[in-house]
């Protein structure tokens, strides 16, 4: 086999976990359909269910990956302390949960349409939009790490407008 096209185009994260997700919910991988599949068989037995597709290694790969594209990388999981109150365990599972959520499960196809024509008003290589994209970066020593030479192709005002660019769609 030849590759004719070394890259003939980018896939961002945001594009994966919504085709994986897609095809997670095609095939009802998820937790919620297995779940509904199961009381629906308890309660109708005899009737006919369509069957989720079975491949195991596939569905692993899936949910994996998914896993890793819905966790924020920024944010460092914290353990709960055993003494506190059960209440209080609930309420930080949710929080921690709602920290834990990668900025792109907050994106829709919109704004993320939006996001990447914000971002081509700036003289960025197409790596870089996708890396800020991916990485969404919310302070200047991320973004200097993202951008080559940010510092010289770019003034403290056009750093500064797409550091808020950015946390405006991270922070919504």
Partial sequence: MRVIKARDAFFSDYEALQFL???????????NSL???KNFNKNKKGRFQKR?????????IVNDTLSYLTISKSI????DN????EENEET???ENEKQRQSPLTKLNDKMFTQLMNKLNNFELYKIEKLQIV????????????IVEECDSR????????MIELVASYVNI
């Fill in 134 to 145: 991916n990485q969404l970066p919310t302070n200047m020593v991320h973004l200097f790490s």
């Fill in 82 to 85: 055993e003494e506190e109150k």
């Fill in 92 to 94: 930080k599972k949710k």
């Fill in 52 to 60: 989720p597709y079975n491949h195991p290694v596939l569905q692993g």
């Fill in 21 to 31: 997700s897609k095809l997670q919910r095609k095939h009802r991988w998820d937790e």
């Fill in 154 to 161: 770019f003034t403290e005002d056009q750093i500064n407008e």
């Fill in 35 to 37: 779940q509904e599949m």
């Fill in 76 to 79: 460092a999981a914290t353990q």
